[in-house]
């Protein structure tokens, strides 16, 4: 599966953005989809991942609550609507997808991941 994110721009501190991963090829929706950071001289930091189906949804300790995840498998696509941003969330996103039976502990890693997008740059002023 190919991978596109698009939607990063400048932003102002509480604004919202909301980010698209646009999935081409085979069977999108048999893989698991995350979303990662990585900011200037940072390790990347995992923002959050959903299941297949969209039942269940994981996110990193510094999102939760801002953040949410969805996706759409009939338009091939998900979503990382971002609201109260602030500067800190300032980092280049990336989307992946990983198949469905990655254990759960394993999707804080980057490496776990398959499948990765080009990344899409948000900025976020104070």
């Known amino acids: 599966v190919q991978l596109q994110a698009s939607g990063g721009g400048l932003v102002q501190a509480g604004d919202s953005l909301r980010l698209t991963c646009a999935a081409s090829?085979?069977?999108?929706?048999?893989?698991?989809m995350g979303w990662f950071r990585q900011a200037p001289g940072k390790e990347r930091e995992f923002v959050g991942a959903?299941?297949?189906?969209?039942?269940?949804?994981y996110y990193g300790t510094s999102v939760k609550g801002r953040f949410t995840i969805s996706r759409d498998n009939a338009k091939g696509a998900g979503y990382l609507q971002m609201n109260s941003l602030k500067p800190e969330d300032t980092a280049v996103y990336y989307c992946a997808a990983a198949p469905q039976s990655t254990i759960v502990s394993s999707f804080y890693t980057a490496r776990a991941w398959t499948f990765w997008g080009q990344g899409t740059l948000v900025t976020v002023s104070s």
């Open positions: 090829g085979n069977s999108f929706s048999a893989y698991v």
């Open positions: 959903i299941r297949r189906s969209g039942g269940t949804v």
